[in-house]
């Protein structure tokens, strides 16, 4: 290949990178209407899947359960025995699947959630994962190095404390206990589901403190 | 199966790089995508473990340049070409030209969807007593099966202990290919950094998995 259709075909192929996105919508879209004409899916259900995502799962889920759990020992004594009958005890809290693992940290013992074979995720608890909890870097170096991927958010742990990183392998779901923030003594259980972050809960990053801006 | 999706402990994928502010869905496709993939599934097409083999059974290069929801529609695509419910006639015309494999329970319709928003229930009844119990020392067995597992590769034939065990569970190398729920009880176990990555490794690291019976052995 000269030089010259080399060029070409490397701005060939950039073109077709940008239409991709289109190609991959229409294909989705004739999917959608093959599997409708087949009876298989009605589109009302999918919009309402999507809204459900949209509304009904995300982090609020999860800050409450860790809320409740810095506010109400007895609730995280629970919380960490069987924390699919404890959270399930919480009315507002949207019910989760038979198996999920709630872990503590610790001045001693750092907790860091990941999936290395797909995305397993506690969506219940803390919405669709972010791209990068799905995406290869996570994924590939949590198990080996994960001082390196803390530090990749900019999160720094004790070189003494213990890191306990969970891969999750199977159906079991794994919802990070953070440590309560020093300062909110006499915090109500609502403010102190502000300071609980999402990360804080995968083990990529610490609650809020208080006074920071959330 | 020995796949690149198995990338635990991989080099060379570069820093984590997360997204401030990121949106549920960056493109309005990939909500469709996922919806589909959740409404065939409750309509009896495939279950977790199936959709879970097809998006590792992509092509390592295709698998790797695929964005996470992309990865989803081609894997829900083969899957339904495989069993059934869609014909290359179907997808070559836009719009079904072939008649309907019949599927149970079926359509999953609006009433319904806010059942499928409930995890499913994977514990299972014990068919035989455990194996093992917390404390045991256990092997990953050195196993490659070609088909769908949940024992990841940078694991294998290394020692660890048992943490705790989670009850029976359905076991995802059988219920993949159709062979069946086949409950295996389910222990955690973990490792210590250098056990899997060798003396150079962070001494204050440790690595748990979540392993079925089967994976592993007495040491």
Known sequence: MSEHDHDHHDHHHHDHDHSDLSETELRVRALESILTEKGYIEPAALDAIVQAYETKIGPHNGAQVVARAWSDPAFKTALLEDATKAVGTLGHVSRVGDHLVAVENTPHRHNMVVCTL???????????????????????????????????????????TEIRVWDSTAETRFLVLPMRPEGTEGW?????????????????GFPRKPGARS | MNGVHDMGGMDGFGKVEPEPNEPMFHQV???????????MG????????????YR????????????????WLLGLEDLLLDKGYLAKEDVAAGHAVKPAKPLAPGKLSVSDVERTMVRGKFGRAAPAPAKFKAGDRVRARNIHPATHTRLPRYVRGHVGIVERDHGCHVFPDTAANDAGENPQWLYTVVFDGHELWGPDADPTVKISIDAFEPYLEHV
């Open chain 2, 29 to 39: 496709w990939e909500s469709r995508v996922l919806a589909m993939v959740r409404a």
């Open chain 2, 56 to 71: 590792e059974a992509l092509p390592p290069h295709v698998y790797l340049s695929s964005s996470y929801y992309k990865k």
């Open chain 2, 42 to 53: 409750a309509a009896g097409a495939f279950n977790i473990d199936a959709s879970r083999f």
């Open chain 1, 188 to 204: 109500s259980e609502q403010q102190l589901a502000e300071l609980v972050t999402r990360d804080s809960m995968i083990g990529t």
């Open chain 1, 118 to 160: 797909c995305s397993c995720y506690p969506w219940e608890m803390l919405g669709l994962p972010p791209v990068w909890y799905k995406a290869s870097p996570y994924r590939s170096r949590a198990v080996k190095d994960p001082r390196g991927v803390l530090a990749d958010f900019g999160v720094s742990v004790p070189k003494e």
